[in-house]
């Protein structure tokens, strides 16, 4: 059985301003230092025409990562996500091809790889805390996916369908179930 | 080190070399950052009289000891060379400090390759650019890229050197052409517009600066530095005044500006337009223009706004920006309701390189100049201004930019035109050369005095004066206190918020704002952080920070003393030119015609009570009368070395007054 309240980190790029405090936050919290290539998420800038893409592990069900790793150094927490043993990988970067969106990251400190570890007993990962201005990141258990950032589409269809003239209580900025 | 990188680079562009100095913890507890490190090599490395276009010039860009951390709203650079497009009352040949404040990504990814300070020396006899990687500083040719546009150029020096995560800062033809009020823009669209820095950049033939930097930062406690930084944070994210900056951008001022008649309309001769708001204004630039936002680095709050054109005239045009201060400076300053228009010329003035206050200070000047017949189609070439008029506007900024015929005379910004012209004099609102912002110095008195007493010419940002508007301050009381003592903290508070156009309270407002704002540039966060609307945070939050960061076991009123010392610098660069007093104030204009509309018509400075509004305001600071620091205050702050200056100074004011009379 699929655990649906399982929380995930959800990601919608139209809403990220690439104001970098994902990553900030998450080089603190995992190595006390500042910069972006010792964070597990990372926002891919294209500046040109103002557009954000952050990418971070989205914990497959069925992860490439895992199946690619020579040495089984990928494997699964008990909150769901997929992190490397540091122990076992050689640093062959396997999971970084495997992975459809490239989301592991190579470690600064041991070479070897990383990805998100959804801040293991934190009540929510710090990358999602940092965005909450903007919640272009959220943190929702996996049965409300399709009804977040992850899929607009009800949210379009609500502008149709609610009632007419009513005064509406969502901010303009979407609903947030953060 | 922590927080810091504690290192300085130089580079002289004459021989093409690049050294490396450490910053020992004592000097960087004198001068903190950002803009303190800056100020201090622009005052001891530059001298009286002193052309700003020399090679000898330091243009320096510096970062603060937050930026680059997880500190929110922390991603500011500050670039201060000798500024060329400043002058004072005693000749359009003198000239000050000169500083901008520009957000993105550059300071921090400086500090990632390594380095808290870049200062650039010397001319190089080719357009060259500096490729920072990080321990590697290469000068390559810049050829191909002179003359093209900043975005343009910017695009393609990161494919010449074929990393998207380079970041560069660099100028647009407006500096390469020495244009006086060139601006530095970073990250394709941060732009650093006052005073003119890009005009010394582009006088070293320097077109851009490039860096990766491959360094991370480290913090002195990583754990509480953390708990501060969230809950500063969850501060910010609750703040009304943030959310409003969310939504509008630094647009929140301009419907209540409008209505309460302080903004700066044809040239400053009205602060009212009538149902502006229908047509103008941070709601309906957002519905209409805004794509999205933009953040500078680690700023949770992204006040950027970035313009794409859905439809019209210009269709599928996008570009960072505008601002406030840009659109309304393009726009109603020229008397124009057309939002489109004035948001399609500050792109062009972006791309272009250029100031774009001072761009349309310069444009608005000539078209009450022609409406007035002081200047005539023979002194411009053939062109007809006329108030609104979009079009020619957009040509005569490209005319600017490449100095072009009557482009040429304006370059040189709006004082030095006036002179060259001998006519208008009297209509260029400005203090030391530099033009208003969209705010009328005869209503919003804090304002008023803000421009006069700022150390880099009419500014608004200096003695931070948007909190002179009601409920900015109100809930501040205690900080007050620790910033003027509990005796001054009375008579500021007695009758505060005061009305408006009242000086009562003014200098002590600028004193205590000014100090607070020099705190915020010198952690390298934005002004929005410090002194400014509530919410935000306030300076406490930071220096905290900034001791977690840095280790550094300073106290508060460490910090003040540095922020003083910091001003008085920076003030101290003027005075030893003999810019005293005589430039601590405003153009006849603003003491003898009374405002033309709005709620507040017929109100003027009133010169007495300006006068005594100076005079506090140097009381405050310990001057003397003539404005100039005295030798105990500079000992205090341990700047003895710029007492002889000082007494040269005085002489050169002195002499200069013995003349007027």
Same mark, same amino acid.
């Given at each position: 059985?699929?655990?649906?309240?399982?929380?995930?980190?959800?990601?919608?790029?139209?809403?990220?301003? %690439?104001?970098?405090?994902?990553?900030?936050?998450?080089?603190?919290?995992?190595?006390?230092?500042? &910069?972006?290539?010792?964070?597990?998420?990372?926002?891919?800038?294209?500046?040109?025409?103002?557009?954000?893409?952050?990418?971070?592990?989205?914990?497959?069900?069925?992860?490439?990562?895992?199946?690619?790793?020579?040495?089984?150094?990928?494997?699964?927490?008990? =909150?769901?996500?997929?992190?490397?043993?540091?122990?076992?990988? /050689?640093?062959?970067?396997?999971?970084?091809?495997?992975?459809?969106?490239?989301?592991?990251?190579?470690?600064?400190?041991?070479?070897?790889?990383?990805?998100?570890?959804?801040?293991?007993?934190?009540?929510?990962?710090?990358?999602?805390?940092?965005?909450?201005?903007?919640?272009?990141?959220?943190?929702?258990?996996?049965?409300?996916?399709?009804?977040?950032?992850?899929?607009?589409?009800?949210?379009?269809?609500?502008?149709?369908?609610?009632?007419?003239?009513?005064?509406? @209580?969502?901010?303009?900025?979407?609903?947030?179930?953060? | 080190?922590?927080?810091?990188?504690?290192?300085?680079?130089?580079?002289?562009?004459?021989?093409?070399?690049?050294?490396?100095?450490?910053?020992?913890?004592?000097?960087?507890?004198?001068?903190?950052?950002?803009?303190?490190?800056?100020?201090?090599?622009?005052?001891?490395?530059?001298?009286?009289?002193?052309?700003?276009?020399?090679?000898?010039?330091?243009?320096?860009?510096?970062?603060?000891?937050?930026?680059?951390?997880?500190?929110?709203?922390?991603?500011? *650079?500050?670039?201060?060379?000798?500024?060329?497009?400043?002058?004072?009352?005693?000749?359009?040949?003198? &000239?000050? &400090?000169?500083?901008?404040?520009?957000?993105?990504?550059?300071?921090?990814?400086?500090?990632?390759? %390594?380095?808290?300070?870049?200062?650039?020396?010397?001319?190089?006899?080719?357009?060259?650019?500096?490729?920072?990687?990080?321990?590697?500083?290469?000068?390559?040719?810049?050829?191909?890229?002179?003359?093209?546009?900043?975005?343009?150029? *910017?695009?393609?020096?990161?494919?010449? $050197?074929?990393?998207?995560?380079?970041?560069?800062?660099?100028?647009?033809?407006?500096?390469?052409?020495?244009?006086?009020?060139?601006?530095?823009?970073?990250?394709?669209?941060?732009?650093?517009?006052?005073?003119?820095?890009?005009?010394?950049m582009g006088s070293k033939n320097l077109k851009a600066i490039a860096i990766r930097g491959t360094k991370p930062l480290t913090y002195a406690d990583p754990v509480k530095f953390a708990e501060e930084a969230?809950? $500063?944070? @969850?501060?910010?994210?609750?703040?009304?005044?943030?959310?409003? +900056?969310?939504?509008?951008?630094?647009?929140?001022?301009?419907?209540?500006? =409008?209505?309460?008649?302080?903004?700066? =309309?044809?040239?400053?001769?009205?602060?009212?337009?009538?149902?502006?708001?229908?047509?103008?204004?941070?709601?309906?630039?957002?519905?209409?223009?805004?794509?999205?936002?933009?953040?500078?680095?680690?700023?949770?709050?992204?006040?950027?706004?970035?313009?794409?054109?859905?439809?019209?005239?210009?269709?599928?045009?996008?570009?960072?920006?505008? @601002?406030?201060?840009?659109?309304?400076?393009?726009?109603? +300053?020229?008397?124009?309701?057309?939002?489109?228009?004035?948001?399609?010329?500050?792109?062009?003035?972006?791309?272009?390189?250029?100031?774009?206050?001072?761009?349309?200070?310069?444009?608005?000047?000539?078209?009450?100049?022609?409406?007035?017949?002081?200047?005539?189609?023979?002194?411009?070439?053939?062109?007809?201004?006329?108030?609104?008029? !979009?079009? *020619?506007?957009?040509?005569?900024?490209? !005319?600017?930019?490449?100095?072009?015929?009557?482009?040429?005379? #304006?370059?040189?910004?709006?004082?030095?035109?006036?002179?060259?012209?001998?006519?208008?004099?009297?209509?260029?609102?400005?203090?030391?050369?530099?033009?208003?912002?969209?705010?009328?110095?005869?209503?919003?008195?804090?304002?008023?005095?803000?421009?006069?007493?700022?150390? +880099?010419?009419?500014? &608004?940002?200096?003695?931070?004066?948007?909190?002179?508007?009601?409920?900015?301050?109100?809930?501040?009381?205690?900080?007050?206190?620790?910033?003027?003592?509990?005796? $001054?903290?009375?008579?500021?508070?007695?009758?505060?918020?005061?009305?408006?156009?009242?000086?009562?309270?003014?200098?002590?407002?600028?004193?205590?704002? @000014?100090?607070?704002?020099?705190?915020?540039?010198?952690?390298?966060?934005?002004?929005?952080?410090?002194?400014?609307?509530?919410?935000?945070?306030?300076?406490?939050?930071?220096? *905290?920070?900034?001791? #977690?960061?840095?280790?550094?076991?300073?106290?508060?009123?460490?910090?003040?003393?540095?922020?003083?010392?910091?001003?008085?610098?920076?003030?101290?660069?003027?005075?030893?030119?003999?810019?005293?007093?005589?430039?601590?104030?405003?153009?006849?204009?603003?003491?003898?015609?009374?405002?033309?509309?709005?709620?507040?018509?017929?109100?003027?400075?009133?010169?007495?009570?300006?006068?005594?509004?100076?005079?506090?305001?140097?009381?405050?600071? %310990?001057?003397?009368?003539?404005?100039?620091?005295?030798?105990?205050? $500079?000992?205090?702050?341990?700047?003895?070395?710029? /007492?002889?200056?000082?007494?040269?100074?005085?002489?050169?004011?002195?002499?200069?007054?013995?003349?007027?009379?």
């Amino acid at each position: 059985m699929v655990d649906l309240k399982e929380k995930v980190i959800v990601i919608d790029p139209d809403k990220c301003v %690439g104001c970098h405090s994902c990553e900030m936050a998450c080089s603190l919290k995992n190595f006390g230092k500042a &910069h972006p290539y010792y964070s597990r998420i990372r926002i891919t800038e294209f500046r040109d025409v103002n557009t954000f893409i952050p990418i971070t592990c989205q914990q497959c069900e069925e992860a490439s990562c895992i199946k690619v790793c020579p040495m089984g150094a990928r494997y699964r927490l008990e =909150n769901g996500a997929v992190v490397t043993n540091q122990d076992a990988c /050689i640093g062959c970067r396997a999971c970084m091809f495997a992975c459809y969106q490239g989301a592991p990251v190579i470690d600064p400190e041991s070479g070897k790889t990383m990805t998100c570890d959804k801040c293991v007993g934190e009540e929510m990962p710090w990358c999602v805390k940092a965005c909450s201005m903007q919640n272009a990141l959220e943190y929702v258990p996996k049965y409300m996916v399709n009804s977040t950032s992850g899929k607009k589409f009800a949210w379009e269809l609500r502008e149709e369908y609610k009632p007419k003239g009513i005064k509406d @209580e969502g901010s303009e900025f979407g609903f947030s179930f953060g | 080190m922590h927080g810091w990188v504690g290192n300085r680079l130089r580079v002289d562009l004459t021989e093409g070399k690049a050294t490396v100095e450490n910053l020992s913890p004592q000097y960087l507890r004198k001068w903190v950052g950002g803009r303190g490190l800056n100020s201090d090599i622009v005052y001891h490395e530059t001298w009286e009289g002193m052309d700003p276009l020399d090679p000898a010039n330091p243009l320096c860009f510096a970062s603060g000891p937050l930026t680059g951390t997880f500190s929110p709203l922390a991603g500011r *650079t500050t670039v201060s060379a000798l500024s060329p497009m400043t002058c004072s009352y005693r000749g359009t040949n003198v &000239h000050g &400090h000169g500083d901008t404040n520009m957000g993105g990504q550059f300071a921090t990814y400086l500090k990632y390759a %390594g380095y808290d300070q870049i200062v650039v020396k010397g001319r190089a006899d080719k357009p060259v650019y500096i490729f920072i990687d990080d321990d590697k500083i290469s000068i390559r040719d810049a050829s191909h890229l002179w003359g093209q546009g900043v975005k343009v150029a *910017t695009k393609n020096i990161i494919e010449e $050197l074929g990393d998207p995560e380079i970041k560069v800062a660099l100028i647009g033809p407006a500096g390469e052409n020495l244009v006086k009020f060139a601006c530095v823009v970073n990250t394709f669209s941060n732009s650093g517009g006052r005073t003119g820095m890009g005009c010394v950049m582009g006088s070293k033939n320097l077109k851009a600066i490039a860096i990766r930097g491959t360094k991370p930062l480290t913090y002195a406690d990583p754990v509480k530095f953390a708990e501060e930084a969230w809950m $500063l944070r @969850e501060r910010v994210r609750t703040s009304p005044s943030a959310i409003r +900056r969310k939504a509008e951008g630094t647009w929140d001022l301009f419907d209540a500006g =409008n209505a309460i008649g302080i903004n700066a =309309n044809k040239n400053h001769s009205t602060g009212y337009m009538k149902g502006i708001e229908e047509t103008y204004g941070g709601l309906v630039f957002a519905d209409k223009y805004l794509f999205r936002r933009k953040a500078c680095w680690s700023c949770p709050v992204a006040c950027g706004r970035y313009t794409y054109f859905k439809d019209g005239k210009h269709a599928g045009k996008h570009f960072g920006g505008p @601002e406030m201060e840009a659109a309304c400076n393009l726009g109603t +300053r020229l008397d124009s309701y057309d939002l489109e228009g004035a948001v399609w010329l500050s792109g062009i003035v972006n791309e272009l390189g250029m100031d774009c206050i001072s761009a349309g200070a310069a444009l608005s000047w000539s078209m009450e100049a022609y409406e007035k017949g002081l200047i005539t189609k023979e002194d411009t070439g053939g062109i007809e201004f006329k108030w609104a008029d !979009m079009e *020619t506007s957009e040509k005569v900024l490209y !005319m600017i930019a490449n100095r072009e015929g009557y482009g040429d005379i #304006l370059a040189e910004g709006n004082s030095r035109v006036a002179e060259k012209l001998g006519v208008g004099a009297g209509i260029v609102p400005h203090c030391r050369g530099l033009e208003h912002i969209s705010v009328d110095p005869r209503i919003a008195t804090g304002f008023s005095l803000g421009y006069a007493m700022s150390t +880099r010419g009419s500014d &608004h940002l200096k003695n931070y004066s948007c909190n002179e508007f009601p409920g900015c301050a109100m809930s501040r009381k205690d900080q007050i206190v620790d910033a003027l003592g509990p005796e $001054l903290t009375e008579v500021f508070w007695k009758d505060f918020p005061n009305e408006l156009t009242s000086f009562a309270t003014k200098p002590q407002l600028c004193y205590w704002s @000014e100090r607070n704002k020099c705190v915020a540039d010198l952690m390298g966060t934005c002004c929005h952080a410090i002194g400014s609307w509530g919410g935000l945070g306030d300076w406490r939050a930071y220096t *905290t920070l900034y001791r #977690l960061a840095t280790g550094f076991d300073m106290p508060d009123e460490e910090i003040f003393v540095a922020a003083e010392r910091v001003v008085s610098i920076e003030r101290a660069n003027w005075l030893r030119s003999g810019s005293a007093r005589q430039d601590d104030t405003h153009i006849d204009r603003f003491f003898d015609e009374p405002v033309a509309d709005g709620p507040y018509k017929g109100l003027k400075i009133d010169r007495k009570v300006w006068a005594w509004a100076q005079d506090e305001y140097y009381k405050l600071h %310990g001057w003397d009368e003539e404005g100039f620091i005295t030798d105990v205050k $500079l000992k205090d702050l341990n700047l003895e070395e710029v /007492i002889p200056d000082m007494e040269h100074g005085r002489k050169l004011y002195r002499e200069y007054m013995e003349q007027q009379k």
